[in-house]
């Protein structure tokens, strides 16, 4: 047994079985290609490399770290990469210049909506043209919106054309900074960071309060847009909400371009849903598609995550899947905590999604927009809280619980024959049923 599968044995003692069995298990460690510093596994699809390295490398590299003494860097990629042209370079150029980069980020394969066009047509311009248009890009938005995804799409591209690109977390950079200072090979370090061509650092807000790092990244930063480098950066806030961030830092993040990416609309949660179901040849009816862009308010990351759960579970026991296998699947995925929902919140969260007021809903205006938010409102206090239909009736400003009745008839109606309907109140019943 070889040093890569010693380590995934160690690795089942502190996993579930079913987690080590659904990702681990068919990793594929190339004993040729890893060294002493390096550790190359290959994973049969994008969606097990992604949980993968989310999930495990820290975990991987310190239990060869524990076997053997050194620190290694942990690359996962797919299988198909290994017979490609690039697998022919040196160990050591793989760990400088590509182990971090995951090749099925790439633009082609990003879903481009309202939310993050703007962000999307930057990273893009930059890859055409890197350290001219805009430098630095700092991309910013919440958790699981696209950043990495952009920034590594860009970072795939410019490898391709020869360009020396690094890519690491602030976590990473530190990490290697403080092993670097401690082996007194500070020399290496700087020549690694600086002389590359293009520097990618994913979430830059956890410089905050570490002075001595923003020393060294001010440094690194100044030595790369002199000399017409790229340099892309994530966070999780724009540039001047970083507290405990030097001003000459904040001011440089600022100098060439910054951009948000907010939560997808549905529609483009719908599309991104079907492209990942295309590329990881993952089949789902539009039931299905649709009920997981309601249950997933913002995070898109969650998405491959339910998808690989989803074909696992599929293949494990043998079952096709269909919209009640999804529900028992991820009923996880869904806090049933309905218990604090009252009328005030529902029709609030229903007022802000469809851009009108509360006092609305509850008025007795007839324009279209408004009875549209009423039937929404009436229907999801009917299904989320313990109202009757009196109750309701006075809430609303209606006469009695026979014209509450009446409404969700109509409503009942509407769902059957309308379906954007039926996936506006899916999605604001489970985004109030995960939120409350």
């Not at 509360?358 to 039937?375: D, L, M, T």
Request: charged content about 25%; proline content about 2%; some cysteine.
């Amino acid at each position: 047994m070889n040093i890569g599968q010693e380590v995934l044995e160690e690795l089942k003692n502190e996993i579930t079985e079913l987690e080590y069995n659904r990702y681990i298990r068919h990793l594929d460690y190339d004993l040729k290609k890893s060294s002493s510093d390096l550790a190359v596994y290959y994973a049969q699809n994008a969606l097990v490399v992604n949980w993968i390295k989310n999930k495990y490398t820290d975990k991987l590299a310190h239990l060869f770290e524990i076997k053997t003494g050194n620190k290694v860097t942990v690359s996962i990629t797919l299988k198909s990469a290994k017979t490609t042209k690039k697998a022919k370079t040196t160990a050591k150029e793989v760990a400088k210049t590509s182990s971090l980069l995951n090749p099925s980020y790439s633009f082609d394969n990003f879903m481009v909506g309202g939310s993050n066009q703007f962000a999307y047509a930057a990273i893009k311009s930059v890859s055409e043209n890197p350290g001219k248009v805009y430098n630095p890009v700092f991309i910013y938005g919440g958790v699981g919106l696209g950043k990495t995804h952009l920034m590594q799409a860009a970072g795939n591209v410019l490898q391709n054309t020869g360009k020396v690109v690094i890519y690491a977390t602030v976590e990473q950079f530190l990490n290697d900074f403080i092993r670097h200072v401690k082996n007194k090979t500070m020399d290496r370090f700087q020549e690694k960071y600086r002389k590359c061509d293009v520097l990618l650092i994913d979430d830059i807000q956890f410089l905050s309060n570490k002075e001595g790092i923003q020393e060294e990244f001010f440094h690194t930063f100044e030595a790369l847009k002199g000399t017409g480098k790229q340099i892309i950066l994530t966070a999780d806030k724009h540039p001047k909400k970083i507290g405990g961030l030097e001003a000459r830092l904040q001011s440089r993040f600022e100098w060439g371009l910054v951009a948000d990416i907010q939560p997808p609309e549905l529609e483009t949660k719908i599309a991104i849903i079907k492209k990942k179901c295309e590329i990881n040849k993952v089949k789902l009816s539009d039931e299905i598609v649709n009920y997981i862009a309601t249950v997933i308010e913002s995070n898109v990351r969650e998405i491959e995550g339910i998808l690989s759960k989803l074909h696992a579970y599929s293949q494990l026991m043998h079952v096709d899947i269909d919209i009640e296998f999804t529900k028992n699947v991820l009923k996880d995925q869904i806090k049933e905590n309905r218990q604090n929902l009252t009328m005030d919140t529902i029709t609030n969260v229903v007022a802000k999604d469809l851009n009108i007021k509360p006092s609305e809903i509850r008025s007795k205006g007839r324009s279209k927009n408004i009875v549209y938010a009423r039937r929404i409102s009436i229907y999801i206090c009917r299904e989320l809280t313990q109202s009757t239909m009196p109750q309701l009736a006075q809430y609303f400003g209606m006469k009695d619980h026979t014209a509450i009745s009446h409404t969700i008839k109509k409503i009942n109606d509407l769902i059957e024959k309308d379906e954007d309907f039926k996936v506006k109140i899916d999605e604001l019943t489970n985004k109030l049923s995960s939120s409350s």
